[in-house]
């Protein structure tokens, strides 16, 4: 039962779940603590690099995946077995993203994964005590 109730809270809390990931591009944090990349040395990227730092100095000049918002807004949660999950963006940018920067930035990191299942073990303990009490 708590396996179902689980899966049933991931999606149902899917648009949180992956604005947190929003979130994290918005820094140009990379999933393992680090940083997404950096912009080429040459002087088109350094030109790049220039321009989006003018338009997101969150990110101090590394990569953000956010120029126009599509991939992030694009993000999906979707079941992908009986406890797996996939996090994807329906951007067409997708597929060129993850092979150039890793299908891992798709990920939480592992801070947002532990404040994640915290919140889904809670709610799903919630759930179930509620229901026992019921009965």
């Given at each position: 039962?708590?396996?179902?109730?689980l899966g049933t809270l991931i999606i149902f809390n899917s648009e949180q779940i992956v604005e947190g990931i929003r979130r994290r591009w918005?820094?140009?944090k990379?999933?393992?603590?680090?940083?997404?990349?950096?912009?080429?040395k040459s002087p088109l990227g350094r030109e790049y690099q220039a321009f989006k730092v003018s338009t997101n100095p969150r990110a101090g000049g590394n990569?953000?995946?956010?120029?126009?918002?599509a991939l992030?807004?694009?993000l999906t949660i979707q079941k992908k077995g009986q406890k797996q999950y996939e996090i994807f963006s329906t951007d067409i940018k997708?597929?060129?993203i993850a092979d150039k920067y890793g299908i891992e930035q798709f990920n939480l990191d592992q801070q947002q994964m532990e404040?994640?299942?915290?919140m889904l073990y809670f709610m799903a303990l919630?759930?179930?005590l509620d229901n026992v009490w019921l009965i």
């Open positions: 039962m708590i396996p179902q109730v918005a820094f140009g990379g999933v393992n603590n680090d940083i997404i990349g950096e912009y080429s990569v953000d995946l956010t120029l126009t918002g992030g807004r694009g997708f597929n060129k404040e994640l299942f915290d919630e759930n179930y």
